[in-house]
C-alpha cells in the first residue's frame, strides 16, 4: 500500500492513542458540571432562563477559534461551563417559548446511554438492545393509536416523519417512481390544513412534487380543517388534470393547538382512495390520556402518522415517532437499498430485525432509548398523569387570563396553547381607533425583548392571519408550579405596563 510522505513507522502503535485514564478524569469532572450547571441550575427557579449576551460579544466569550494545539484540561472544563452558563436554559420552569421544554432525570439518563453506546440501530448485530426495544416502544405508540399490527421508525423530527409519510405515500400508488423518478408521473395534489406544519411544503418541495401542488384547505375560526372544503379542494385539483394522492390531518397546530375532524375527513379520503396522514407530532400524548383522547377520535383509520414524545413527554429533543399502518413491508420496499456491507441475507440470525433499510438514512439516532427509559420509570400511567398535568396547569392559567385586567384571550384553547393579548394601559379602551391594532402589534415584541435581557422567562409570539402579534403560552414542563404560572401573568404585566 501506498504510504502518504512522511507516515508510517514514525507512529508507535504499541500503545492507545487516547490517554484514556486522563479521558476519564475529564470526565468525572463533566459529570459534576453537567449535574450542578446542566441539570441543577437549570430546572432551578431561582436561576435566570438565560443569560442574554449579543451575538459579538458572546463570540468573544465563548473563544470560538479552533487552533493547531488542544488547551488544557481546566480550560477546557470551564469551556464546558461557559457552554452550559450561556447557553438558554429550556429546563427552566419558566421557559414556555416552544412547544418542548422541560428536563425529565430518566430521559436525561437515556440520552446519556445513547450517546456513550454510539451506534446506530440499523442491523441487530451492532445494536441488538436498542434494535429491540425501538421495535417494542413502535409497537406501543401504533397501540394506543389504535393499530393491532403495522410498521414505523424513529425519523429526525416530525418535518422528516411528514416527508416519510409523502414519499410511502407516492411509492404505494405509484411504485415504479421509485426507480423513474417523477418524470411520467400525473400531476400530484397533496392536501393540508391552512394552519398545517410548514414541513409539508417543504417535504412536497424535497421530493419533487413541488409546493405549487400542496393545496392548503380553509379552516374555521378555530382553525380546524372543514372537510366540505377538502372536498371542494379534491373535485377542483381533479377537474384541473391533477391527481390527488394524499391528505394531512394536523392533530395540534402549531400555533392554536387545533385538532382538525379526523373521521369525517377519513370520510373523504375514504371516497376518493387517498393517503391519510395525520400530523399528530403535538398533540399525539393526548392519546395516553382518557380523558383527552377524543380530541384524536379517528385517528385509527389513518395510513400514517406522526407523534413526537419530545415534545409533550419531555422524553428530550429528538423523538419522533413516524408509525405506519401497513404491515406488508411497504416501508421497507419504499425505502431499502439492500447495502450488502449492512444487509446479507445470509447471516446467522432473523435478518427480519435489520430494520435500518426502512429509513432513507443510514446511520441513525437510538431515538427510541430514552423514551423506552422514561415509560420503565413512570409506566403508561404516569405518562398519562404528566399530559394532564400540562392541560390542567393550562385551565389555571386560562382562568387567570380572564380575570386579569388587561390580557384579552386570541380564543378559547382547545389544548395546551394558550394564546393572548396583552393590552398595556395606555391602549385600554382605543380598540376603536384605527392605529390600535397596530400599536397592539408591537406590545408583544417589546415585552419580549424585555424579558430576554432580564433572563426571567421566555415565551413565543406571532401574528396570524390577520391578527397581530400575540403571545402563544405552552406548558410542557412537569416541574411548572402555581407560582410559575402566576409569576408568568405578572411578570407580562410588568414590564408591559409603561408601553
Not at 153 to 170: D, E, H, K, Q, Y
Not at 449 to 474: A, D, L, T
Request: glycine share 8%; hydrophobic share 40%; net charge negative.
Amino acid at each position: 500500500m501506498a504510504e502518504p510522505s512522511g507516515i508510517g513507522n514514525s507512529i508507535p502503535l504499541d500503545n492507545p492513542g487516547l490517554d484514556i485514564a486522563a479521558g476519564e478524569e475529564f470526565l468525572q469532572e463533566v459529570f459534576q458540571i453537567l449535574l450542578e450547571e446542566g441539570v441543577r441550575k437549570s430546572t432551578d427557579v431561582t436561576q435566570k432562563v438565560c443569560d442574554w449576551k449579543e451575538p459579538q460579544e458572546l463570540r468573544e466569550l465563548l473563544d470560538l477559534e479552533l487552533r493547531n494545539e488542544g488547551e488544557e484540561q481546566e480550560r477546557l472544563l470551564q469551556r464546558c461551563r461557559d457552554v452550559l452558563r450561556l447557553s438558554v436554559r429550556t429546563g427552566h420552569p419558566r421557559f414556555f417559548n416552544q412547544l418542548f421544554s422541560g428536563l425529565d432525570h430518566h430521559a436525561l439518563a437515556g440520552r446519556f446511554l445513547t450517546e456513550t453506546l454510539n451506534t446506530s440501530p440499523y442491523t441487530y448485530e451492532v445494536a441488538p438492545v436498542l434494535v429491540l426495544m425501538e421495535e417494542q416502544v413502535l409497537a406501543k405508540l401504533r397501540e394506543l393509536v389504535g393499530w393491532s399490527s403495522g410498521d414505523g421508525i424513529f425519523a429526525p423530527g416530525g418535518s422528516m416523519s411528514n416527508t416519510l409519510a409523502m414519499n410511502v405515500a407516492r411509492f404505494q400508488r405509484f411504485p415504479e417512481s421509485r426507480s423513474k423518478g417523477t418524470w411520467d408521473l400525473p400531476r400530484l395534489a397533496l392536501f393540508a390544513s391552512q394552519e398545517s406544519h410548514y414541513s409539508i411544503l417543504k417535504g412536497a418541495a424535497l421530493l419533487g412534487i413541488g409546493t405549487d401542488n400542496v393545496h392548503l384547505v380553509r379552516t374555521d375560526e378555530r382553525g380546524k380543517m372543514i372537510p366540505e372544503e377538502l372536498e371542494k379542494e379534491i373535485q377542483r385539483v381533479k377537474a384541473e388534470g391533477s391527481e390527488p394522492l394524499f391528505v394531512c390531518a394536523t392533530s395540534g397546530t402549531t400555533v392554536l393547538g387545533s385538532f382538525d375532524p379526523l373521521d369525517a375527513i377519513a370520510d373523504v379520503c375514504a371516497r376518493h382512495g387517498l393517503w391519510l396522514h395525520v400530523d399528530a407530532a403535538w398533540g399525539g400524548s393526548a392519546l395516553l390520556s382518557p380523558q383527552l383522547r377524543h380530541l384524536l377520535a379517528g385517528i385509527h383509520r389513518a395510513d400514517s402518522v406522526t407523534w413526537n414524545p419530545h415534545k409533550l413527554l419531555t422524553v428530550g429533543l429528538q423523538c419522533s415517532a413516524f408509525l405506519l399502518h401497513d404491515s406488508s413491508g411497504l416501508l421497507q420496499r419504499c425505502h431499502g437499498a439492500g447495502a450488502t456491507y449492512l444487509f446479507q441475507r445470509d447471516k446467522f440470525y432473523d435478518v427480519s430485525l435489520d430494520t435500518g433499510d426502512k429509513s432513507p438514512q443510514c446511520g441513525r439516532r437510538a431515538d427510541g432509548l430514552k423514551l423506552w427509559v422514561l415509560w420503565k420509570a413512570v409506566g403508561t400511567q404516569g405518562l398519562a398523569q404528566r399530559v394532564e398535568r400540562a392541560f390542567a396547569a393550562t385551565r389555571y392559567l386560562l382562568e387567570q387570563v380572564k380575570r386579569r385586567e388587561g390580557f384579552q384571550l386570541v380564543m378559547e384553547p382547545e389544548f395546551l396553547n394558550l394564546c393572548f393579548w396583552f393590552i398595556p394601559p395606555s391602549l385600554r379602551g382605543q380598540d376603536s381607533s384605527p392605529e390600535f391594532w397596530d400599536k397592539l402589534g408591537k406590545v408583544a415584541p417589546a415585552i419580549k425583548e424585555k424579558m430576554i435581557r432580564r433572563g426571567s422567562m421566555m415565551v413565543g409570539y406571532q401574528p396570524h392571519g390577520s391578527r397581530v402579534n400575540f403571545f402563544r403560552q405552552i406548558i410542557t414542563n412537569p416541574a411548572v408550579t402555581r407560582q410559575d404560572l402566576d409569576f408568568f401573568l405578572d411578570e407580562i404585566q410588568e414590564l408591559g405596563w409603561d408601553l
